[in-house]
């Protein structure tokens, strides 16, 4: 079975800030980890060469594949900043009517720029998103 390309490594997660071009996007991301921090109780670890991640988890799933993935994340990408939530948590769909602009994907949410979105409602997404990851992959 094929290996995982993205995990975690030794990466400075704060040389990829530096390496962001837009000042705003960039005080965006430092705010993401400052929440994400807060949530998780965990430090900023790089993910490849893309991806912020917070804590971890082991899953395995019924076909046998398995693997280590951030319990949560985020990655400034050209057009979006990517937020990776990585558990569905059936209460999120009143949490998103609430957030403000974004786009869903099946586990990622999609901002343009932090001040689209009420910041309460995402650090609350985050830290529900994270609880039911940890319930579900600790047993």
Known sequence: ??????KANGASVRAYLDAIPDAA???DCEAIIAMMSRVT??????????????DSYHYQYASGREGDAPLAGF???????????????PAQEALRERLG????????????RL????QDVLEQMVAEAAAATRALYSA
Request: with cysteine.
């Open 1 to 6: 079975m094929a290996e995982n390309k993205t």
């Open 25 to 27: 996007r960039r005080q």
């Open 41 to 54: 109780g965990a430090p900023p670890v790089m993910w490849g060469t893309s991806i912020v991640g917070f």
């Open 75 to 89: 990655s400034s990408r050209k057009g979006d900043i990517s937020i990776y939530l990585s558990c569905d948590v």
């Open 101 to 112: 602009r974004h786009k869903m994907g099946k586990a990622c949410l999609y901002l343009r």
């Open 115 to 118: 001040s689209d979105v009420d």
